[in-house]
């Protein structure tokens, strides 16, 4: 069971809502305490609080047991010198668009381990998704419809390669969103065959994607509802 708080001090910062969709879950799924070090998984039941740390023009959340010391807003008057890592999980699915035609699909879910913000009143913003906006994903209310790109299809999805590489999600001047290629379900390539060589593509933040894949239609929708699921069309290259 999630025993995750967020102290009334830190939800005035980040907002209600991700206050509350930090205590509710799915996402995050996995942390790290910052005391003792120790991880796992957040759904196991461990008393966790959730930290900030406010820089000017930048956030970091972190975790920590309530065993190894408390939760609580640092301020610091310079930027902290934090990694900015950004770790994907995927999963290929398929299912019927509108149209009435399947799509072959892959979600990919992009977490960082920093927030970047331009101002301190956009907290709410998705940073994550900026990555894709920027390269011509767009949002969506669907993760069975893919947008069409504006111009000529920029991303593609390269099928593994026997004894050369495992295959991933890579958009322009080598951009990589995730290497190797998530398995593959039955069936998958005759959808990408229906539709020309073609899959949809979707970056979705703050799902916790792993843990709702029982039911995953339905958390994409959501997410999308909530403007946290942009996507596109791709090429499919062998």
Excluded: K
Aim: net charge negative; aromatic share 6%.
């Amino acid at each position: 069971m999630r025993n995750l708080t967020v102290d009334p001090e830190i939800a005035a910062i980040i907002g209600e809502q991700r206050a509350a969709e930090l205590e509710a879950g799915p996402y995050p799924v996995d942390y790290r305490c910052v005391r003792c070090h120790r991880g796992g998984r957040v759904n196991d039941g461990e008393a966790l609080a959730a930290g900030l740390d406010v820089t000017p023009g930048r956030m970091r959340l972190w975790f920590v047991h309530t065993a190894c010391g408390p939760a609580e807003v640092v301020v610091f008057d310079q930027r902290q010198p934090y990694p900015e890592e950004t770790e994907a999980t995927g999963v290929l699915y398929a299912g019927n668009s509108r149209d009435g035609l399947p799509w072959a699909c892959v979600v990919i879910e992009l977490t960082m381990s920093v927030e970047l913000l331009d101002d301190p009143a956009e907290v709410g913003v998705d940073q994550v998704l900026g990555v894709a906006l920027a390269r011509g994903m767009r949002p969506t209310a669907d993760p069975l419809t893919p947008p069409e790109p504006d111009g000529p299809i920029s991303w593609r999805v390269q099928l593994p390669r026997p004894g050369r590489h495992g295959g991933g999600v890579y958009g322009r001047n080598r951009l990589q969103l995730i290497s190797p290629l998530p398995p593959m379900p039955p069936g998958w390539l005759d959808l990408v065959a229906v539709r020309d060589g073609r899959c949809g593509l979707y970056v979705v933040s703050r799902l916790g994607l792993l843990a709702v894949l029982d039911d995953l239609g339905t958390a994409l929708t959501d997410a999308a509802r909530a403007g946290r699921l942009v996507g596109t069309t791709a090429a499919v290259i062998r």
